[in-house]
């Protein structure tokens, strides 16, 4: 099964990019990479997922290796409010399954 | 459009009891998965409901189970409750594709402790 691995912790400062790594290394040609962030006492939401090019939105980029065995969440410029477990998951496709990851938990310095 | 709610947001029970939660999906979607997560273990898949039918199902013990309306409302129960059942959990809805692209939507959770 494709699994996806995530260092525990990372620290920031305020206002400095961060670069949250994956490893997926068993990843298939036509699985998605999803990215979700879990707030303190909230449920999981939505950041960003992308295939094989790199993605943008306005809450982050997304920059996919070009072998796919690994992604990297960029968040430009962090915020205390980005304080939060980052999970990168697989969506293998022909299945319903989300494949989650253990998460990097983020603390972001003042 | 309304987000995932779920109810209640906290309960207590105690060992042996059992509990049902409650998640309404946002209007339209009609998969909602429900999760287990614990510091322990992390965010653990238990099942997946689609049109009334389960779907997919996690490696949990029979204990928990679930059930989907036709309005796509859906229910968890957890029987013969023990202290290992003490977690936060989740329901997160979607529209219920194929596709790998599309987005899943998590409620706030239910926080069950059991005494």
């Known amino acids: ?110 | 459009k309304a987000g995932v709610t779920q109810t209640p947001r906290y309960l207590i029970k105690t060992r042996g009891q059992q509990v049902t939660l409650s998640c309404s999906p946002i209007s339209g979607h009609r998969s909602v998965s429900w999760y287990q997560q614990t510091p322990g273990q992390g965010l653990q898949f238990l099942f997946e409901y689609f049109s009334e039918t389960q779907r997919n199902k996690g490696n949990f013990p029979g204990r928990f189970s679930g059930r989907q309306f036709s309005n796509s409302r859906s229910e968890m129960n957890v029987s013969t409750l023990e202290l290992g059942d003490s977690a936060l959990y989740l329901c997160a809805s979607r529209p219920g594709g194929l596709s790998p692209a599309e987005t899943q939507y998590f409620g706030p959770g239910t926080r069950l402790l059991v005494l």
């Not at chain 1, 994956?22 to 298939?28: D, K, L, V």
């Not at chain 1, 996919?64 to 969440?73: C, F, N, Y």
């Not at chain 1, 022909?94 to 603390?107: E, Q, V």
Request: aromatic letters at 8%; one cysteine or more.
């Open chain 1, 1 to 110: 099964d494709a699994k996806t691995t995530q260092p525990n912790s990372m620290e920031s400062n305020e206002e400095e990019p961060v670069h949250l790594p994956c490893n997926h290394s068993t990843i298939s040609g036509t699985d998605y990479i999803h990215w979700y962030r879990q707030l303190p006492s909230q449920g999981p939401e939505y950041v960003i997922h992308g295939l094989t090019s790199n993605v943008n939105n306005r809450m982050a980029s997304l920059a996919i290796a070009e072998d796919r065995k690994s992604s990297t969440l960029i968040l430009h410029r962090a915020t205390l409010r980005d304080a939060a477990v980052y999970y990168c998951i697989l969506r293998p496709s022909g299945t319903y399954k989300y494949i989650f990851g253990t998460g990097t938990r983020l603390k972001v310095l003042a």
